[in-house]
Nanobody, 116 residues
Framework: QGQLVESGGGLVQPGGSLRLSCAAAGITFRLYNMGWYRQAPGKQRELVATITRGANTDYTDSVKGRFTISRDNARNTAYLQMNSLKAEDTAVYYC??????????WGQGTQVTVSS
């Protein structure tokens, strides 16, 4: 029913920037809370940032001041702008759309590698 497709990942040097995009289809996008998660090798999946249907945002402490989550309801797309990237940010990043337990969707993940 619902599909999320991430893009924008890749290899970047420390201190660099990337913008991830999450394009949604098959859902009433404006009603969903959106989130970005990441999973690094040997670690649990971690919530990075969320933006509610009302556009309230929250961030995990390690990315505050560096990452910005946003959404464009007209384009059914959520974004994660990542600045001042560190090696510790290296992970697979996943997009999530959540309305309820019956309406919860994940993207396939996109690799972000921060390395010189």
């Amino acid at each position: 029913q619902g599909q999320l497709v991430e893009s924008g990942g890749g290899l970047v040097q420390p201190g660099g920037s990337l913008r991830l995009s999450c394009a949604a289809a098959g859902i009433t996008f404006r009603l969903y809370n959106m989130g970005w998660y990441r999973q690094a090798p040997g670690k649990q999946r971690e919530l990075v940032a969320t933006i509610t249907r009302g556009a309230n945002t929250d961030y995990t402490d390690s990315v505050k001041g560096r990452f910005t989550i946003s959404r464009d309801n007209a384009r059914n797309t959520a974004y994660l702008q990542m600045n001042s990237l560190k090696a510790e940010d290296t992970a697979v990043y996943y997009c999530n759309a959540h309305l309820s337990s019956d309406h919860n969707y994940w993207g396939q993940g996109t690799q972000v590698t921060v390395s010189s």
